[in-house]
Structures are given as structure tokens and as C-alpha cells.
């Protein structure tokens, strides 16, 4: 049976072996997703973000469990930039969510990504996609926190949750104005801390000052403890009734549909790219190098030419077609 079908009938070993082969960026793996990307659309796309250590992957845990006794399932793609050299965060991931493992309704996978310049790495978009298309009915995305990373996840998801904790009280001036814009339910974290209250107060205050958002929704503050997992029915409710928001207030159709414009425009820019690197065998482009070495163009003259023989060669093929 070929691996996008058996990941279709439930399959969790050709599941990791599809999302471990894009993470390769394995040519078999873009095949697979053509037949998986059909299937996909069904799931509500939960974002985790927030500092390192603020509880993201406690607080997923209880969702996990949370989800599960509610008769749902659940995937789970954890992603850390930074534990691509250290192995520690991803580490912490999967001590914090064993208790899910042996679970055949929850499907979890830690990510991590090289290399992550240019967006959410395509990988981690692709195991959301497989997990989606699998038929799990929430699938949570947990990533560090750090400007850009917290834009693509907003971007990638339904609904964002971001986890604060009181000892980093400096952390709402240094979230971007776009990004506080952008943030559907904030969890405030270690609320046995000291601090939680102001912190709540603090945000409400900002959130008041705000104009109402262009969708109408207003971000709800909720307390969680997550390691003992306190707060958890609150925050999944939070979760499943903006859930509700997006699809009878028609925000849901908007967010899919700029998901897919972003994911559409990302991948053609791979594809213009691996076309311009073949023209002539190559040997276009390195005309190009050559004169730009020799100051004969410039950057930008040189990709208006390679611009204009890409049109001209697709009229060309218009025409004959
Ligand atoms: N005091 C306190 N500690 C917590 C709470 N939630 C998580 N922690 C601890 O914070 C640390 C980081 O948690 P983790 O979930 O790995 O955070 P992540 O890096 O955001 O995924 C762990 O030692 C947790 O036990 C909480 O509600 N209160
Ligand atoms: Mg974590």
C-alpha cells in the first residue's frame, strides 16, 4: 500500500515515516502529501507559544488528556529551533507528554528544525497537514516563542494561545504590536507564582486600551497551573469557544484562506527557484554571476532578466499549447 494511504487509514508508523521524509526533504514525501493535502482541513489548529520554560509543553500535556477523556484526538507537533543543537527542550517534550504515548488516539511529534529562515519550517506545516488528514480532531502546535517564530505560528493556526508566566513581567512591551493583535486566548502560567494577578491586571488594562479587533473577538486571560493541572477546563473551553467564534462568525474561512495563499506563494517561490537554477543546464545563472562579478549588472538586473525569459519562455509554451 503506498505511505499516503496507509497514513490516510490511521497508520502511525508510515505517519512518522512520511513526516520524518519531509523533514529529509525527500521528493517521496511531496508525492505522499499530494494525495494527503485533500484530506486535510478537517482539524482545529491549536498554536502554543511563549518563552522557554513558561509550561507550554505542561500545559499541552493537559490539554492531551483533557481532549481525551472528552472522547476527542489529538495530534501534537512540537517545534524548537534551538534544540537542533542542544536535544534538551525536545527532550523535556516527550518526559512531559509519556503518559500519552501508548495511546493509539493521540499521535505526538517533536520537531527539530535546521535551518528555519523563511517561515514555519515547511516540515512542521507538513506534520499538521498529515495529522489533520489523519482525522484527529484537534491538532496543538507547540513552539518557542521569539518574534518571527510567534508571526508564522499565528499564521498557522486557527487559534493562538500564548503562555506567559508572572516572573517575566517585561514580556508583554516586548511582544510585537502585531503579534498582541494577533493572540486569541493568553494563558497565564505558574499562577501559584507570585505576581499572576498583576500580570492579569496588567494585560487586561493593555487589552482595554486596544480598538477593538478587526475580527471582534476579545482574547480572554486565564489562569492555569499547569503542573498541577489546574486551569485546564478553563482554557480548553477558551479554546473550543473561539473555535466556535471562527466558524459561525466566518473568521474561520478567512484564516484558511490566507493560510493557503501563504503556503501557495512559499511554494512557488521554491519552484521558480529550482526552474531558474536549471535554465540552460545552469549555466544561465552563472552567466549572470559572471557579469555581476564583472560589474557588467546588478543584482536586481540580473533577476529582471531572469524574470523576462521566464515570461518569455511561458508565452512561448502558451502559445504552442
Ligand atoms: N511553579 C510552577 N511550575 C510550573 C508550572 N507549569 C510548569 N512548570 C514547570 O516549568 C518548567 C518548564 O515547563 P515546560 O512545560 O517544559 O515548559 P516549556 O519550555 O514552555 O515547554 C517545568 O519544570 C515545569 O514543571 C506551574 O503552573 N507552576
Ligand atoms: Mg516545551
Known amino acids: 500500500m503506498p505511505l499516503a494511504e496507509k497514513v490516510l487509514a490511521g497508520d502511525i508508523r508510515a505517519a512518522a515515516r512520511l513526516i520524518s521524509l519531509l523533514e529529509d526533504g525527500s521528493p517521496d514525501a511531496l508525492d505522499a502529501m499530494e494525495s494527503i493535502y485533500p484530506h486535510t482541513g478537517k482539524a482545529h489548529i491549536v498554536g502554543i507559544t511563549g518563552a522557554p520554560g513558561a509550561g507550554k509543553s505542561t500545559l499541552t500535556d493537559n490539554l492531551i488528556g483533557y481532549y481525551r477523556q472528552n472522547g476527542m484526538t489529538v495530534g501534537v507537533v512540537a517545534i524548537d529551533p534551538t534544540s537542533a543543537l542542544t536535544g534538551g527542550a525536545i527532550l523535556g517534550d516527550r518526559v512531559r507528554m509519556q503518559r500519552h504515548s501508548t495511546d493509539s488516539g493521540v499521535f505526538i511529534r517533536s520537531l527539530a528544525t535546521r535551518g528555519w529562515a523563511g517561515g514555519l519550517a ?48 517585561d514580556e508583554i512591551q516586548m511582544m510585537k504590536a502585531g503579534i498582541l493583535e494577533a493572540v486569541d486566548i493568553f494563558a497565564i502560567n505558574k499562577a501559584d507564582l507570585d505576581g499572576a494577578d498583576r500580570l492579569k491586571a496588567g494585560l487586561e488594562a493593555m487589552l482595554s486600551m486596544r480598538e477593538r479587533r478587526a475580527d471582534g473577538w476579545t482574547p480572554p486571560v486565564i489562569f492555569t497551573e499547569a503542573v498541577n493541572d489546574k486551569g485546564t477546563a478553563e482554557l480548553a473551553d477558551a479554546v473550543s469557544k473561539h473555535h466556535e467564534y471562527l466558524i459561525t462568525g466566518g473568521g474561520m474561512d ?8 501563504l503556503e501557495l506563494m512559499e511554494t512557488v517561490e521554491g519552484v521558480i527557484r529550482d526552474y531558474v537554477h536549471c535554465l540552460d543546464g545552469g549555466r544561465f545563472i552563472e552567466g549572470l554571476v559572471e557579469d555581476m562579478i564583472a560589474g557588467r549588472t546588478s543584482p536586481r538586473r540580473a533577476a529582471r532578466e531572469i524574470a523576462g525569459r521566464f515570461a518569455g519562455e511561458n508565452t512561448v509554451r502558451e502559445r504552442r499549447e
Open 122 to 169: 515547511k516540515a512542521a506545516i507538513g506534520a499538521v497537514h498529515v495529522m489533520d488528514a489523519m482525522g484527529k480532531d484537534v491538532v496543538l502546535v507547540e513552539t518557542v516563542g521569539s518574534g518571527q517564530v510567534e508571526i508564522d505560528i499565528v499564521r498557522a493556526s486557527d487559534t493562538t494561545i500564548v503562555v506567559m508566566t508572572p516572573s517575566a513581567g
Open 254 to 261: 478567512v484564516r484558511r484562506r490566507e493560510r493557503a495563499r
